[in-house]
Nanobody, 115 residues
């Protein structure tokens, strides 16, 4: 098992930036992959970005070149740097950990982008 705690959400104007953080209760080296998902009102939860234990990353087409996922293994933390934010990026953002075919979720952090 693992506990995930997100932070860094908030209200930002369009064009602004935010950095989300997700602290894990165990070493990131022991986690197969970490990811950020988001869910906007009335929509399904979708993958935003994912990084494997080997460092391979993948992004949703809608955020490529705009968002960057990274890890700080010493701090057991995964980040999502979000630049050039748009109103359509408004959603609850969830941290996800994949461990031995199981998925674990954080509580989510709200990101609101005003126009």
């Amino acid at each position: 098992q693992v506990q995930l705690v997100e932070s860094g959400g908030g209200l930002v104007q369009a064009g602004g930036s935010l950095r989300l953080s997700c602290v894990t209760s165990r070493s990131i080296f022991s986690i197969n992959a970490m990811g950020w998902y988001r869910q906007a009102p009335g929509k399904q939860r979708e993958l935003v970005a994912r990084i494997t234990s080997g460092g391979t990353t993948n992004y949703a087409d809608s955020v490529k070149g705009q968002f960057t996922i990274s890890t700080d293994n010493a701090k057991n933390t995964v980040y999502l740097q979000m630049n050039s934010l748009k109103p359509e990026d408004t959603a609850v953002y969830y941290c996800n950990a994949e461990i031995e075919y199981k998925r674990y979720w954080g509580q989510g952090t709200q990101v609101t982008v005003s126009s």
